[in-house]
């Protein structure tokens, strides 16, 4: 893959689609979320003509609190989850990645204090809008050791969401797809804020 990706969906659609481009605009993936389903379900192609599926992500469970979802391949193999680690905070947003039910990478977000910001500022008209465009997170995804392998930056944009995903060190091409997967997952589950 060519970096830096380019990661956008609409913000007012009934069917959630995320698209995946590289840094020559070639299409990565193209996400498609199923809608009104007691549990999750998420559907990845490789572009936007949904003409080939490589990925399905299925929630293990109906409600989302401790949710894993799980990553399976079009053949049915096992990729790996993800998973939010504890409640829904506040303060900052923390996921695990799972290979083979060990924690493989960890998803944190940078900058918690404009999340903090975002959320008690959020719901004031025409001011929360503001912090909503300005206050924009980035997310980190390390190694189970710690070292930092791919960056998530949201981009100012008002009809859509942006994120820009930086590549900070070389890793294994599965490790960088189920990290892939595993960013969307949480940008699907994050997706109100900003």
Known sequence: MQYPL???FKILSLSQQISVVDANK???L?????????????????????????????ADRMIDFS???????????????VRRKGM??????????????????????EEPWKKLVEGLLGEIPIVGF??????????????????????ATKKPSIFERYFVIEKLTEIDEDDELRALLSLLMMVLLEKDRG
């Open 67 to 81: 949710a894993s979802y799980h990553f399976s391949a079009a053949d049915g193999s096992d990729w790996g989850a």
């Open 88 to 109: 829904r905070s506040l303060w900052s947003a923390h996921y695990e990645v799972y290979e083979n039910g060990i924690v493989d990478m960890h998803i944190n977000e």
């Open 30 to 58: 193209h996400i498609k979320q199923k809608m009104f389903r007691f549990k999750e379900r998420v559907e990845v192609f490789s572009d936007s003509t949904l003409s080939r599926k490589l990925f399905e992500i299925n």
């Open 130 to 151: 503001l912090f909503i465009y300005l206050l924009n997170p980035s997310y980190l995804i390390t190694m189970a050791d710690g070292t930092p392998a791919l960056r």
């Open 6 to 8: 380019e990661l956008r």
């Open 26 to 28: 070639a299409p990565i």
